[in-house]
């Protein structure tokens, strides 16, 4: 079955850093649009970034731009969130899920009815 499993959350201090991993099992993550996801205790689910193709075109939310980067493993099947200088704000569940690339577009990466499939989530809390 095609599955996407995220990885790496946990619990870090502001301006620590996180790598989030999200594996594939069952398709080649390649294929498709990978897009990170996040929601905050009593807050809407929001985009946070995405990877389509290989590495050709990426793209952040304002804020978590220069922070965050995003990259793709193919030999290993996986999709990174690196995250740095982290704050209190990034705190919240992380999915990643993924859509067929013809789908994504520069003003609408970040629309989660074009993603078919989602990981189950990893928990990163940014906390003193």
């Known amino acids: 079955q095609a599955q996407l499993v995220e990885s790496g959350g946990g619990l870090v201090q502001p301006g620590g850093s996180l790598r989030l991993s999200c594996g594939g099992s069952?398709?080649?993550?390649?294929?498709?649009?990978i897009g990170w996801f996040r929601q905050a205790p009593g807050k809407e689910r929001e985009g946070v970034s995405c990877?389509?193709?290989?590495?050709?075109?990426?793209y952040y939310a304002g804020s978590v731009k220069g922070r965050f980067t995003i990259s793709r493993d193919s030999a290993k099947n996986t999709v990174y969130l690196q995250m740095n200088s982290l704050k209190p704000e990034d705190t919240g569940v992380y999915h990643c899920?993924?859509?067929?690339?013809?789908?994504?577009?520069?003003?609408?990466?970040?629309?989660?009815?074009?993603?078919?499939?989602w990981g189950q989530g990893t928990q990163v809390t940014v906390s003193s």
């Open positions: 069952g398709f080649t993550l390649d294929y498709y649009a």
């Open positions: 899920a993924a859509a067929r690339s013809i789908k994504i577009f520069s003003s609408t990466w970040w629309r989660e009815d074009k993603y078919d499939a």
């Open positions: 990877i389509v193709g290989s590495q050709r075109n990426t």
